[in-house]
């Protein structure tokens, strides 16, 4: 079956790092564009980034350009999330999703994505 497993997630002081991963399993993982979201109580998900099936391409919502980078690494079935320069506002669940028509460009749209994972928390103090 299906299976999106976020991890990396965590506490970390503003302006710190985190990288979250996201393994895939159960899917043709190299033809699917992912993205990452996030959302926090109280407020709809959130686009965050997204990469094309081979990596060519990326995007990213206003608010993280410049801080987050997206990748993802084919032979392990795994999309990355590099986090620098946290801030507060970044608390949030993290959620990764695929997107199962294959070799489409990188959507911010969440009704393009067909499989999600569980999430997990990053939480950033002031």
């Known amino acids: 079956q299906v299976q999106l497993v976020e991890s990396g997630g965590g506490l970390v002081q503003a302006g710190g790092s985190l990288r979250l991963s996201c393994a895939a399993s159960?899917?043709?993982?190299?033809?699917?564009?992912m993205g990452w979201f996030r959302q926090t109580p109280g407020k709809e998900r959130e686009f965050v980034a997204a990469?094309?099936?081979?990596?060519?391409?990326?995007s990213y919502t206003d608010s993280v350009k410049g801080r987050f980078t997206i990748s993802r690494d084919n032979a392990k079935n795994t999309v990355y999330l590099q986090m620098n320069s946290l801030k507060p506002e970044d608390t949030a669940i993290y959620y990764c999703?695929?997107?199962?028509?294959?070799?489409?460009?990188?959507?911010?749209?969440?009704?393009?994505?067909?499989?999600w994972g569980q999430g997990t928390q990053v939480t950033v103090s002031s």
């Open positions: 990469i094309n099936w081979s990596g060519s391409i990326t």
């Open positions: 159960g899917i043709m993982f190299s033809t699917y564009a």
């Open positions: 999703a695929a997107d199962r028509r294959r070799y489409r460009d990188p959507s911010g749209r969440e009704i393009s994505y067909d499989y």
